[in-house]
């Protein structure tokens, strides 16, 4: 079984400044990666996704995020926040060899960007 | 661009309704998911649908739960006798492997047990 930790709840940034939100994950066989981004009163939308080869993809938004297969963990991180990055993001992972793909989501992470 | 839809956005009921929630997904995917989340808490998922059966479940989907998928559009999830903790927000997903690697999230149904 999988399990997914964003270590962060809630993170405060002022807009213009840097953001990194942390995940970790733990499976006991390879795994696909996701983040999701979900704005208020709004579904889940998908921001990057890791499923093989470079370890850093990019997003939309300007999002990006690392995978580290040693410390196993998937952080997301923006060189620079906008107001309009203030949202829940979630962190997400599904099993390779899982044909139903279901996937487990950690607590998410609520980014507040402030002016 | 293709999406999943959901109705209805909002739905109340009384506890020891029954409710069923309704799905339209990308109509080229053959996989298809219902997730909730709680307010204020994580998604967490539900169960996974492939050729007509239920392929996987997590715990939560217990035998008030029954998904459906009447004809070839709709997928609904029906909970038989709601209780007050099963108020959350019920997203579908659906799945077009394996020309596609990611699910793709329908907007979601707020359901209200009063």
């Known amino acids: 079984a999988q399990s997914v930790t964003q270590l962060d709840s809630q993170v405060p940034v ?14 006991s066989v390879s795994v696909y990666l996701f ?30 995020a690392e995978f ?3 410390q196993t963990s998937f952080h997301l991180r923006k060189p620079s926040v906008h107001i309009s990055d203030t949202a829940e993001y979630f962190c997400a992972v599904s099993e390779r060899n899982n044909a139903g793909n279901m996937l487990t989501f950690g607590g998410g992470t609520r980014l507040m960007v402030k002016p | 661009e293709p999406e999943v839809t959901q109705t209805p956005s909002h739905q109340v009921t009384q506890m020891g ?25 994580k998604v967490e998922f539900l169960v996974s649908f492939y050729n007509n059966e239920i392929s996987e479940k997590s715990e939560i989907f217990d035998d008030q739960f029954s998904v459906e998928r009447p004809d070839g559009s709709n997928f609904t999830l029906k909970i038989r006798s709601t209780k007050l903790e ?20 329908g907007p979601g149904t707020r359901l209200t047990v009063t």
């Open chain 1, 14 to 27: 002022f807009e213009e400044a840097p953001v990194e939100l942390r995940c970790n994950y733990s499976s």
């Open chain 1, 35 to 64: 983040w999701y981004v979900q704005y208020p009163n709004q579904g889940l939308q998908l921001l990057l996704k890791y499923l093989s080869g470079s370890t850093l993809v990019k997003g939309i938004n300007g999002f990006e």
């Open chain 1, 68 to 70: 580290n297969k040693s």
């Open chain 2, 17 to 41: 309704q029954e409710v069923i929630l309704r799905c339209v997904p990308i109509s080229n995917h053959l996989y298809f998911y219902w997730y909730r989340q709680i307010l204020g808490q």
């Open chain 2, 86 to 105: 099963d108020s959350a927000m019920y997203f579908c997903a659906s799945w077009g492997a394996p020309q596609e690697d990611e699910q793709y999230f």
